[in-house]
T-cell receptor, first 113, second 116 residues
Framework: AQSVSQHNHHVILSEAASLELGCNYS??????LFWYVQYPGQHLQLLLK??????LVKGIKGFEAEFIKSKFSFNLRKPSVQWSDTAEYFC???????????FGKGNQVVVIP | GAVVSQHPSWVICKSGTSVKIECRSL??????MFWYRQFPKQSLMLMAT?????????EQGVEKDKFLINHASLTLSTLTVTSAHPEDSSFYIC????????????FGDGTRLSIL
């Protein structure tokens, strides 16, 4: 079964700073990769996904993530964060052909105005 | 976009009662829905996969008789926590895949269950 690791559970940064959240997974086969965001009091929303093709994926709200197969990583980035990016971010993985998602523990991101 | 509705959003009940949580896909059909449990400051843990018209598939360590799942139609799955106890207090979240469109899971708003 696949597992997902996210480090630095709490991240605090100022507006306009750059953000990078790490995500590593363990699974030997082909995977689909996702980043979800959960704003305070709201449900999980999809930020971006990778199924195949260009390993650099662009999502909503200026986020992007890069799939590096050799490192089993799918790190999330945003060059310049805003106060409204304060949320919890979850990386998730599923094996191709199996819809069961494995989630990381999440990163609580707080952006200070 | 695809919407998943979960009801109720918050429930408080006495120990020993059973609680039913509904998960509906509002504008798409889902042959598969998923039930997760989330503890404070922790990740979502998959409890079971709900399959329309057949038995649910439970993850290791999840009691089938404790967490009853019914997926009677392509738009509705229910999770019943039977004889709930305080340790069952948690945040329960469902998600669903559109059966016609390959893509990510769509999540409900979650149900906060508090057992006194």
């Amino acid at each position: 079964a696949q597992s997902v690791s996210q480090h630095n559970h709490h991240v605090i940064l100022s507006e306009a700073a750059s953000l990078e959240l790490g995500c590593n997974y363990s699974y030997g086969g082909t995977v689909n990769l996702f980043w979800y965001v959960q704003y305070p009091g709201q449900h999980l929303q999809l930020l971006l996904k990778y199924f195949s093709g260009d390993p650099l994926v662009k999502g909503i709200k200026g986020f992007e993530a890069e799939f590096i197969k050799s490192k089993f990583s799918f790190n999330l980035r945003k060059p310049s964060v805003q106060w409204s990016d304060t949320a919890e971010y979850f990386c998730a993985v599923n094996a191709v052909g199996n819809n069961r998602l494995a989630f990381g523990k999440g990163n609580q991101v707080v952006v200070i105005p | 976009g695809a919407v998943v509705s979960q009801h109720p959003s918050w429930v408080i009940c006495k120990s020993g009662t059973s609680v039913k949580i509904e998960c509906r896909s509002l504008d798409f059909q889902a042959t598969t829905m998923f039930w997760y449990r989330q503890f404070p400051k922790q990740s979502l843990m998959l409890m079971a996969t709900s399959n329309e018209g057949s038995k649910a598939t439970y993850e290791q360590g999840v009691e089938k008789d404790k967490f009853l799942i019914n997926h009677a139609s392509l738009t509705l799955s229910t999770l019943t926590v039977t004889s709930a106890h305080p340790e069952d207090s948690s945040f329960y979240i469902c998600s669903a895949n559109d059966r016609l469109v390959e893509g990510p899971q769509h999540f409900g708003d979650g149900t906060r269950l508090s057992i006194l």
